[in-house]
């Protein structure tokens, strides 16, 4: 029997113990280990399809951009045509390699034209599909997007993502639990049964807050879960601060869907105020102006002066018409989402449609102790809707009228040739408009303040109908300057 126990040791309780405890302890770092890098790898490669998809939808609206707002061409001709040269600025943009096919999957442009290219026909076929599709060889991510352009495919772009830092981070993070694995298994052995309470302890503490965490209960970032300054102490500190920014991450995620929710609600009570707005204003203002209309046939029919009295009651309808198309506007208005009038451009004679306007409002001018004088350039003609743009220097005629000086009173209407683009400036004395509401003029239902109103304000929809018409035929509405020389009004419109 001695030779026995000679030949096969007995293992005394002073290993076993310290085996069982490194293995416990081993075991639970492991565990923990796993945890942590299975949650960096999926946030890794959650990190990394968002910032893909972000930059595949830039990327995709810009070619969109470039394809709608030039000339109008088939999507292979486009690509054929512009794919090189958007490739190259994409790839300067996003500081990634980006590969440009059309939607035969030919390819069309490289930001690294001399750079090794990868087999991705594979997933080619899915991006022709519309599909979006990623390869990832080695330390590189190939990610294929569809283009789309006016609800037709132009083509595919691929990015190329290096995901060195991530693989490199990911590797000292499972270095990291490994020593630290290799550490307590060690320490394990040094210390013994004496520290075995306290490692148990401090191990369940780290998994209670672990859970915790998981059910949305969250640590206090003041207070260290351990007091300790070895592995698990470092354990503990980095599930706290994780806990931490999980948590704020969250409260920022409910204070913006908090602040989303009040964003809906007062946009629905605004557009139920506009649209009760420009209901009862069309309503009070139609049926005067439909009054006015019948008294004008009248005077047309038993006026005393026959040549006055027909000179009067064209003047008047056209100016009832004029009012029942502003009422009109006014509903479209409130009704559409965007502004959006159809055009109907032709070639038009600039300085006599602004005689027309401007003798439309002198005898408004006049009545309010207003000089209206125009001095304008050269005769040019310009390509617009005459009918829009008329209703564009009415409006700023009207305004400039309203908002005057009460005595002595001043508005003059220029024009000046610049290139391709045609000024037409609409100076008037009046208080000055502020420089913070100098662009809020042109928002719907903005009025100005009385205080600065000798009459009582319009509907707040001139300005912001004139500028949208201006720009709708690619021109420009803005306030150039406000002091106390008055306010000055420019239209800007290109020739062609």
Not at 114 to 125: E, G, I, P
Not at 422 to 431: E, F, K, L
Request: aromatic share 6%; hydrophobic share 40%.
């Amino acid at each position: 029997m001695r030779a026995r126990s000679l030949l096969h040791p007995r293992l005394g309780l002073r290993w076993k113990f310290p085996l069982l405890l490194g293995a416990l302890l081993l075991f639970t770092v492991t565990v923990l280990s796993l945890l942590v890098l299975s949650g960096i790898r999926s946030n890794q490669q959650q990190q990394t399809e968002q910032l893909l998809l972000r930059q595949s939808d830039l990327m995709q609206l810009r070619i969109q951009q470039a394809y709608l707002s030039g000339e109008r061409l088939s999507p292979l001709l486009f690509m054929q045509r512009r794919a090189a040269e958007l490739a190259v600025d994409l790839g300067a943009a996003s500081n990634m390699r980006v590969i440009v096919y059309d939607r035969n999957g030919e390819l069309r442009g490289d930001s690294l034209p001399l750079a090794r290219r990868s087999d991705v026909s594979a997933a080619m076929r899915y991006a022709l599909q519309g599909q979006t599709a990623y390869i990832t060889e080695g330390s590189n991510v190939l990610y294929l997007a569809p283009v789309y352009g006016a609800d037709q495919l132009l083509g595919v772009i691929q990015l190329h993502l290096s995901i060195a830092e991530q693989q490199e981070f990911y590797h000292n993070m499972l270095m990291l639990c490994l020593w630290t694995g290799a550490a307590v298994l060690a320490s394990s052995f040094l210390i013994g049964w004496l520290y075995i309470h306290r490692q148990t302890r401090d191990i369940h503490t780290l998994m209670t807050e672990a859970r915790a965490i998981a059910r949305g209960r969250y640590p206090d970032e003041q207070h260290a879960l351990l007091k300790r300054s070895d592995e698990l102490g470092e354990l503990g500190d980095s599930i706290t601060e994780m806990g931490g920014m999980i948590e704020r991450s969250m409260n920022l995620l409910e204070q913006e869907k908090l602040q989303l929710q009040q964003a809906v609600t007062k946009l629905s009570a605004l557009e139920q105020l506009q649209k009760a707005f420009i209901g009862n204003i069309s309503h009070e203002l139609k049926t005067p102006a439909t009054s006015i209309q019948s008294y004008a046939d009248l005077l047309g029919m038993y006026g005393d002066d026959p040549e006055l009295v027909r000179e009067a009651s064209a003047s008047i309808s056209s100016e009832i018409r004029r009012l029942i198309e502003l009422i009109e506007d006014s509903i479209r208005l409130s009704l559409l989402d965007k502004y959006d009038f159809e055009l109907h451009p032709k070639q038009v004679q600039l300085n006599e449609l602004i005689e027309d306007a401007a003798a439309r409002t002198r005898g408004k001018a006049t009545s309010a102790g207003i000089q209206l004088d125009v001095k304008l350039d050269q005769s040019v003609q310009l390509l617009a809707d005459p009918k829009h743009l008329m209703h564009i220097l009415l409006n700023l005629l009207d305004n400039a009228v309203k908002y005057n000086l009460p005595q002595h009173g001043w508005i003059v209407v220029e024009s000046q040739l610049r290139d391709e683009i045609v000024q037409i400036r609409i100076r008037s004395s009046g208080p000055r408009i502020p420089a913070d509401q100098q662009e809020l003029v042109f928002e719907p239902y903005t009025t100005l303040s009385q205080n600065r109103s000798r009459t009582s304000s319009g509907t707040g929809l001139g300005l912001p109908l004139a500028r949208r018409l201006a720009q709708r035929m690619e021109g420009n509405l803005y306030i150039a300057s406000s002091d106390e020389h008055g306010n000055v009004f420019v239209l800007e419109m290109p020739l062609q």
